[in-house]
Every structure is written in structure tokens, then in C-alpha cells.
């Protein structure tokens, strides 16, 4: 049985991320290629900022750490007592990247910490993204998108979301794929659970479902998969639930309930994404979903404006209230 060490190494008491503020944005300087800057009160040093990330587009490393200081106060709440897995690309997308789970030393003494105690009795000390400068020491360190656990650090066992990563398969088309997540959701809304939308910035749509805490992350993976397997096979004209490649039908589109197994992670709300247009995972409505939306439409230079406009749509995600209770579909939990 796999065992959990949950601690949160220099915790902040509140539980709630800091620096989370309506004070001005600071703005990192333009003939500098190093930076001290001050992120509430912490130094945080910023390097290579004249370094080129994406090629075509001339954007570089300092556009990144600019739009991340933009979205902060929209992005650190969801990201709050999370275990954070890095995804590095040191040299940008065109460049060679690696996974880095435990967080690396010497680090600065205020960068969070949490403890999970892995099957082979392991235990990996990830960061935790909690404020402004924690945000910004762990896009420095390369990681162009943020990739955190599903389940808050306090319980890695017990998720507060579950969540569908829609994927096109060889041969889907656009279409499809708005058809699929309009699938999702009528199946969702049926079953009376709530159910946000974004964009993955990559190739789909991610949807997540907030849950109430209780059954464990075994249990809401069941749950998941049932409802997906029962809908492709509703669908199967449409959707596929297939996880061997070689075996997944043309012409579908895949619901990965998979994404839910333990210590998986999803690109975060707001990630800009190693793409060749810089697009952002971003939160839409449904009704933008009926009427249409590209990943394109929505890229690191024009989601500020957005997100200025229309404020964190998946602001009610993080909410105590409006939770559905998986328990009611499989009995107690454990």
C-alpha cells in the first residue's frame, strides 16, 4: 500500500497563497539580463531574461516572467498548496526539456516545500507555489507551463476535483473536438455535477469537476473512468477511452480519465504552453464552447486583456460550496 508523507515544509498559517493582491504588477526591466526584483518582500533573482524562448515569435524569457507577474493575482489561488512538478525548458521551446520532481538545491529558505512519500518509499520534497516570488523562482528555473497535483498537500490521497483531458486522436477534427466536450458536459449536467472548461493551449480541452474531499484519489479514478468508459461506449462514434495508441480508432476523440491515476498532473489554468503560437490553457465558457473557440485564440499576448475584461472564470472551482459528493455514486468513502 503506497504510504504518504504530507507536509508542507515552511507553511504558510493561513493556507492561503500571499502576495495575492491588487497592488501594481511589478515590471521586470528591459536592458538588464539579470534582475534582483522584489516579490513581496522577497528578492528573487531572475536571469538570461534576454534569452529567446520562442524563436518565431521573438518572445523570450522575460515576456514569460512579465506575463506570470500579470496573472498572478487570477493564477496563485489555483495553484495554492499544491505540489508542484517542473517541467523544464532551460533554452525554450526549441530546446531540449526534462521533468524535475524534487525541488532543487540551494534554493531560496521561502520556497515551500512538500514531502510525498512515493511507492518505493521514496520521499520527494516538491516545491509549492504560494506567492508571487515562488512563482517566479520556479519559471525561472525554465518551466514555461505549471504542472501542479490535483490534490492539496495536506492529503496527496484526496483530491478536491476530478478532471477529463479530451485529446484528439489521428484523424479528429476541430469539430470533433468541440462536439466532445459539449458530450462531456450534457453527460455531466445530467448526473447534476458541476463542470468548468478550458482550453488546454495545446491540442484540446481539459474539464474538471469540483468535488468534495473525502474519497480517495483510487476512488475518484474509478469514478472517472466508469463515467468515461460508459460514454464512449454511448458515443462510440465519436469518443474512445482506448489508453493503448496502437489500438485507439481514427477519427475519435480520447477521454482521459487517466489523468486522474495517482501523481499524474494536467498543465494548470492560465500555462502558457511550449507551443509554436505561445497559447495559454484558458478558462472559456460553455456558451464560448457553442459558439466555437480555437486553441489559437487565446496566446500570451492577448490573455491579459482577457482576464482584465472577464475577470477568473474558474473562480467558482475554488469555492467550498457547490461541490459535488462523489460518495453518493459508489457508496461511502473509504
Not at 529558505?109 to 515562488?134: K, M, Q, R, Y
Not at 454511448?234 to 489500438?247: F, G, H, Q, W
Amino acid at each position: 500500500m503506497r504510504r504518504h508523507a504530507n507536509r508542507l515544509k515552511n507553511r504558510h498559517r493561513s493556507g492561503k497563497p500571499r502576495n495575492v493582491s491588487r497592488a501594481p504588477a511589478p515590471l521586470i526591466g528591459q536592458n538588464q539580463d539579470t534582475v534582483d526584483l522584489d516579490a513581496g518582500g522577497k528578492k528573487v533573482r531572475l536571469t538570461n531574461l534576454g534569452k529567446v524562448f520562442w524563436p518565431d515569435l521573438g518572445i523570450t524569457k522575460r515576456d514569460l516572467l512579465q506575463y506570470y507577474i500579470d496573472l498572478a493575482p487570477v493564477l496563485l489561488p489555483h495553484l495554492a498548496d499544491r505540489a508542484m512538478v517542473m517541467k523544464r525548458y532551460p533554452n525554450g521551446i526549441a530546446g531540449d526539456f526534462f521533468f524535475m520532481k524534487r525541488a532543487p538545491s540551494p534554493r531560496p529558505e521561502w520556497i515551500e516545500t512538500c514531502a510525498i512519500e512515493h511507492a518505493s518509499g521514496s520521499v520527494i520534497d516538491f516545491p509549492v507555489v504560494g506567492d508571487l516570488a515562488s512563482l517566479l523562482w520556479v519559471v525561472n528555473l525554465g518551466c514555461i507551463d505549471l504542472n501542479p497535483w490535483y490534490a492539496r498537500c495536506d492529503d496527496v490521497d484526496r483530491p478536491d476535483y476530478l478532471h477529463f483531458d479530451l485529446d484528439p486522436v489521428n484523424g479528429a477534427t476541430w469539430p470533433q473536438m468541440l462536439e466532445s466536450a459539449a458530450v462531456v458536459h450534457k453527460a455531466l449536467t445530467r448526473l447534476k455535477l458541476p463542470a468548468f472548461i478550458k482550453t488546454t493551449g495545446s491540442r484540446g480541452f481539459h474539464i474538471y469537476v469540483p468535488i468534495v474531499r473525502g474519497p480517495t484519489q483510487k476512488q475518484v479514478w474509478t469514478f472517472a473512468k466508469r463515467f468515461a468508459t460508459s460514454l464512449a461506449a454511448l458515443r462510440s462514434d465519436l469518443l474512445t477511452t482506448e489508453y493503448r495508441i496502437a489500438k485507439r480508432p481514427r477519427r475519435r476523440v480520447l477521454v482521459d480519465y487517466n489523468q486522474n491515476a495517482w501523481g499524474r498532473t494536467l498543465a494548470s489554468i492560465y500555462s502558457v504552453r511550449p507551443q509554436p503560437k505561445a497559447t495559454v490553457s484558458m478558462p472559456i465558457t460553455w456558451k464560448e464552447l457553442e459558439h466555437g473557440v480555437c486553441i489559437e485564440d487565446f496566446r500570451i499576448d492577448n490573455v491579459r486583456q482577457r482576464v482584465k475584461k472577464l475577470g477568473d472564470l474558474w473562480a467558482p472551482l475554488l469555492a467550498k460550496k457547490d461541490r459535488a459528493k462523489l460518495e453518493s455514486f459508489y457508496g461511502a468513502a473509504d
